[in-house]
């Protein structure tokens, strides 16, 4: 089988940048969040937990479509980005950061979440009681014990961004260069008849970014598993 082609590559390329964008981007929202959810109860969390992790069970297709609406040229949020600031998502690779982080933050969250439930709430007492505001019991405690497994979530977000097809085709396009990502690249060889042989190349390529992101992800979230149990 031959090497990849530039276009290919490049597809490649982009698919890492924006799964790298996601990562970024949805870090410090999903360990707030997962912290809140784990370690809060309040009136409504049913609620807000199902608002979040409602692109977990929306199809794709639709969480792109709402996203058009509401970021697109005349959508609410949109038509004011981009009299306001000039900024556009709609048919761009930040749209395409967009979609996928919407689709792939549930799962940060959730990851987060599990994580800082395994940790022992009395050591944060503990550490409460010595005086430390909670910001540094966060810090000093709860971060450095679930950090494994934050981190499994946050590399769990980017392989989930790295196969989304869907929201990002919906709302980002298919355009070659320049939102065309490996999944949608993938879908675009497949159509054209004798480009089998395109499209297996990366489907390789793509099963082993995910094989390769997933199984750091689990073996962080063990790591966690392995760690809390011996504090306890």
Not at 22 to 38: D, E, I, K, R, T
Request: proline share 5%; with cysteine; charged share 15%.
């Amino acid at each position: 089988m031959s090497s990849l082609t530039p276009s290919e590559w490049s597809a490649v390329w982009l698919s890492l940048k924006v799964a790298l964008s996601v990562a970024l981007v949805s870090a410090v929202p999903a360990v707030l969040l997962g912290w809140f959810f784990a370690r809060k109860e309040f009136r409504g969390k049913l609620l807000l937990e199902s608002l979040v992790h409602a692109p977990l069970v929306i199809p794709p297709v639709v969480t792109g479509y709402l996203l058009l609406v509401t970021f697109g040229r005349n959508g609410f949020i949109g038509k004011r980005l981009l009299e306001w600031a000039d900024i556009r998502l709609v048919f761009t690779w930040q749209g395409a950061v967009l979609a996928s982080a919407i689709v792939a933050f549930p799962l940060a969250v959730r990851s987060v979440r599990l994580a800082i439930s395994m940790v022992d709430q009395r050591l944060e007492e503990a550490a409460r009681t010595l005086g430390y505001p909670p910001l540094r019991v966060f810090l000093k405690i709860t971060l450095p014990l679930a950090w494994p497994g934050i981190l499994g979530g946050i590399l769990l977000a980017f392989s989930r961004s790295l196969g989304e097809f869907g929201a990002t085709i919906t709302f980002a396009g298919n355009v070659a260069g320049s939102t065309q990502t490996l999944p949608l690249a993938i879908y675009s060889a497949l159509q054209v008849p004798g480009e089998e042989t395109a499209a297996m190349r990366m489907v390789i390529v793509s099963l082993v970014l995910c094989f390769a992101s997933l199984l750091i992800s689990e073996l962080l979230t063990r790591r966690t598993k392995r760690k809390l149990d011996r504090k306890i």
